[in-house]
T-cell receptor, first 113, second 114 residues
Framework: AQSVSQHNHHVILSEAASLELGCNYS??????LFWYVQYPGQHLQLLLK??????LVKGIKGFEAEFIKSKFSFNLRKPSVQWSDTAEYFC???????????FGIGTKLQVIP | DTGVSQDPRHKITKRGQNVTFRCDPI?????LYWYRQTLGQGPEFLTY????????KSRLLSDRFSAERPKGSFSTLEIQRTEQGDSAMYLC????????????FGPGTRLLVL
C-alpha cells in the first residue's frame, strides 16, 4: 500500500521568502503524485500533478514540484511566497488502479506580511 | 457551478441519532469517493464507487456507515447511531476513470456529534 510522508507540519515564512515543502512516498511501482491546497475556509483544490514525463511539474500560482525517483520525493517549491499563499498543503498519491488516494498529514503554511 | 457539491455543509447532531449526507459529483465523472478528515490529519479514504457499484470500502467504515450511489450520479453517506468519534469533515470527490485520473473535491460536510 502507498504511504505519503510530509515532514514539515507547520511552516512560518515572511513574504518573498522561498518555500520548499517535503514529501516522500513509499510505493516503488508506477507513481503518480499530487499536491493539493486548502485555503482557509475553502475546499481542497488541485495545485499540481505528476503522471509521467518531465519530472519538474509546474502548477498554479507559481508553484512547482520535482519528482525525484531515487529519493522517493516530490517536494513542492515556490521561489517567493505571498501572504495569500497561507494555507494547508497536502501531498497525495493514488493507489495503483486509482481506487483511493493516500494523503500526507498536511503542512500548514503561514506567510507573514 | 460545475464542481462537486455537498449538502449539508454543516450538521450538528446528538449522539445516537442518524445522519445522511449527499454528494453531487461533476456530471461526467463516473467515479465517486468519500473521505473523512479530522483535525490535524489529511483526508482518509472511506469508500469509492464506479458508476453505481461500490468497489472498495476502508476498514474505517464500520457497520454503522453505509453509502449508496443508486443511479450512478449522486451519492449518500449515512451514519447510524452517531458517536462523538464520528465528528469530522466528510469529503466527497469525483473523477473520470482513465489515464491521468484526477480527483476533484467538494467543500465537505462538517459533522459535530454532541
Amino acid at each position: 500500500a502507498q504511504s505519503v510522508s510530509q515532514h514539515n507540519h507547520h511552516v512560518i515564512l515572511s513574504e518573498a521568502a522561498s518555500l520548499e515543502l517535503g514529501c516522500n512516498y513509499s510505493y516503488g511501482g508506477t507513481v503518480n503524485l499530487f499536491w493539493y491546497v486548502q485555503y482557509p475556509g475553502q475546499h481542497l483544490q488541485l495545485l499540481l500533478k505528476y503522471f509521467s514525463g518531465d519530472p519538474l511539474v509546474k502548477g498554479i500560482k507559481g508553484f512547482e514540484a520535482e519528482f525525484i525517483k531515487s529519493k522517493f520525493s516530490f517536494n513542492l517549491r515556490k521561489p517567493s511566497v505571498q501572504w495569500s499563499d497561507t494555507a494547508e498543503y497536502f501531498c497525495a498519491a493514488p493507489e495503483e488502479g486509482y481506487q483511493k488516494v493516500t494523503f500526507g498529514i498536511g503542512t500548514k503554511l503561514q506567510v507573514i506580511p | 457551478d460545475t464542481g462537486v457539491s455537498q449538502d449539508p455543509r454543516h450538521k450538528i447532531t446528538k449522539r445516537g441519532q442518524n445522519v445522511t449526507f449527499r454528494c453531487d459529483p461533476i456530471s461526467e465523472h463516473n467515479r465517486l469517493y468519500w473521505y473523512r478528515q479530522t483535525l490535524g490529519q489529511g483526508p482518509e479514504f472511506l469508500t469509492y464507487f464506479q458508476n453505481e457499484a461500490q468497489l472498495e470500502k476502508s476498514r474505517l467504515l464500520s457497520d454503522r456507515f453505509s453509502a449508496e450511489r443508486p443511479k450512478g450520479s449522486f451519492s449518500t453517506l449515512e451514519i447510524q447511531r452517531t458517536e462523538q468519534g464520528d465528528s469530522a469533515m466528510y469529503l466527497c470527490a469525483s473523477s473520470s476513470s482513465g489515464t491521468e485520473e484526477t480527483q476533484y473535491f467538494g467543500p465537505g460536510t462538517r459533522l459535530l456529534v454532541l
